[in-house]
């Protein structure tokens, strides 16, 4: 009899072992900034909080509620830098709601983070699935970011205490990333449009980021090419169809989000499409050289048959001009030649 009691505290202390999880739910993170691991962009981590209140972190002065609390430090955040956090968690034991709730802060301390925690920030909770993927928008530039995973921890009865398993990855960062196109009112068929790519703080985007610049009309027209960044601008080659012609074209320069930039779009650009100019004929430079020498020479001999015929008298005077003349008319049609060459 006595081997059979003492058989059945000991299935009974391991049914309340199950039941009631451990005494030290909180595992994983920190309970205040300076104990929060630093996190490793992409890595798995498992976690797990509980309800005891003697094991809570926070209590709230107002209402004594209690929270257990798992700090963890993110890397150092640029102003608009986005991060993603993947997590997952389990559901009450006794229900379908999620205990397990996430908060993202900036710029907290030991000396500050409860007197920051729940107030004004919104919570991210996982989906009826216990996933989720909550992307966070950073404000300032710090390192001193923080994720908080909490539970309510306001249970005293050992009966009572529960542990709640999450995990979670978090991505690296995508630095933000804007693009805008210049102001123009008219564009030629086949001119070219500009844009500025900056990044958060107003520096040039890197050189070589592709840029998209999509074109569309009425009528269903539209037109797509593509540009480089360089020094933080791109140049858009335009070679637009004939159906452009005269139409109100309304441009869009984008650039796709990449493992380590955001998505950008630009502001809508309206801009009237011109005919391409007429090209010019191209300049043979051998014309132009030819062309110069012979007005050059026809001037020479214009002035000095010009000097010659001052200096004559009588007949040989009004014959003398007589060459002059022509040769005159001669050098009129030289330079008009000279101009139509160069």
């Not at 844009?195 to 520096?203: E, F």
Request: glycine share 8%.
């Amino acid at each position: 009899m006595r081997r059979i009691g003492v058989l059945a505290m000991v299935v009974l202390a391991a049914t309340m072992a199950i039941g009631v999880g451990s005494a030290s739910a909180l595992s994983g993170g920190g309970k205040k900034p300076s104990e929060a691991p630093l996190l490793n962009w992409g890595q798995h981590y498992e976690a797990s909080l509980g309800n005891n209140k003697a094991e809570a972190n926070y209590v709230s002065t107002c209402c004594g509620n209690g929270s257990q609390v798992a700090i963890w430090h993110l890397g150092p955040l640029s102003v608009h830098d986005q991060v993603v956090v993947n997590w997952h968690e389990l559901p009450f034991s006794h229900g379908t709601s999620f205990p397990v709730r996430m908060l993202f802060v900036e710029n907290i301390e030991d000396f500050n983070w409860g007197s920051t925690f729940g107030r004004g920030e919104s919570s991210y909770q996982v989906s009826g699935s216990g996933t989720a993927r909550a992307e966070i928008t950073v404000q300032n530039s710090s390192s001193n970011d923080y994720l908080e995973f909490f539970s309510g921890a306001n249970e005293t009865n050992s009966q009572d205490f529960e542990t709640y398993l999450y995990d979670f990855t978090v991505e690296a960062p995508r630095h933000y990333l804007s693009v805008s196109l210049g102001s123009v009112q008219k564009v030629a068929a086949n001119g070219v449009l500009h844009a500025t790519a900056t990044l958060a703080t107003g520096a040039p985007a890197p050189d070589g980021m592709i840029f998209t610049l999509t074109g569309t009309w009425s009528s269903g027209g539209t037109f797509t090419t593509t540009g480089a960044s360089v020094a933080g601008q791109v140049t858009f080659p335009l070679a637009l169809p004939e159906t452009a012609y005269k139409h109100s074209v309304e441009f869009v320069a984008t650039s796709a989000a990449t493992p380590e930039w955001q998505a950008a779009t630009s502001p809508k650009l309206t801009v009237e499409v011109t005919k391409p100019p007429t090209p010019v004929p191209a300049v043979e430079p051998q014309l132009c050289t030819k062309a110069t020498t012979r007005a050059h020479v026809l001037a020479r001999q214009y002035h000095r048959q010009l000097r010659h015929a001052s200096e004559a008298r009588g007949k040989r005077r009004r014959r003398l001009m007589r060459e002059a003349r022509a040769t005159g008319r001669r050098l009129d049609a030289a330079k008009a030649a000279r101009k139509a060459a160069c």
